[in-house]
Nanobody, 122 residues
Framework: QVQLVESGGGLVQAGGSLRLACAAS????????VGWFRQAPGKEREFVAA??????TSEYVDGVKGRFTISRDKSTVSLQMNSLKPEDTAVYYC?????????????????WGQGTKVTVAS
């Protein structure tokens, strides 16, 4: 059982930066992938970014390309968010899946964190 604990959310002014962290524990396989999703008030949860745990593959939703970067250092997966916009306001969730990135990107991860709230003020 993979456990995920997010941290790093908060209030930031538009144009600012935040770095979210997701501490992962539990079994990691060669096909494990991790990702970040977000859910804004009144909206459905949407994919933000994903990466393979051991490889160099990453994927981003179009709206965050060039602003957000997903990375991993040991067992912590981070989401560096720069040039934040009010529309980035949401609860951000970390997700992990043993069967690869496709399921992560599709929102079908087996494991989810509890979420961390990001508010971007205009």
């Amino acid at each position: 059982q993979v456990q995920l604990v997010e941290s790093g959310g908060g209030l930031v002014q538009a144009g600012g930066s935040l770095r979210l962290a997701c501490a992962a524990s539990g079994p990691i396989s060669s096909t494990t992938a991790v990702g970040w999703f977000r859910q804004a008030p009144g909206k459905e949860r949407e994919f933000v970014a994903a990466m393979s745990w051991f490889g160099h593959t990453s994927e981003y939703v179009d709206g965050v390309k060039g602003r957000f970067t997903i990375s991993r250092d040991k067992s912590t997966v981070s989401l560096q968010m720069n040039s934040l916009k009010p529309e980035d306001t949401a609860v951000y969730y970390c997700a992990a899946e043993s069967s690869g990135m496709e399921r992560v990107v599709a929102g079908k991860s087996s494991y989810w964190g509890q979420g961390t709230k990001v508010t971007v003020a205009s």
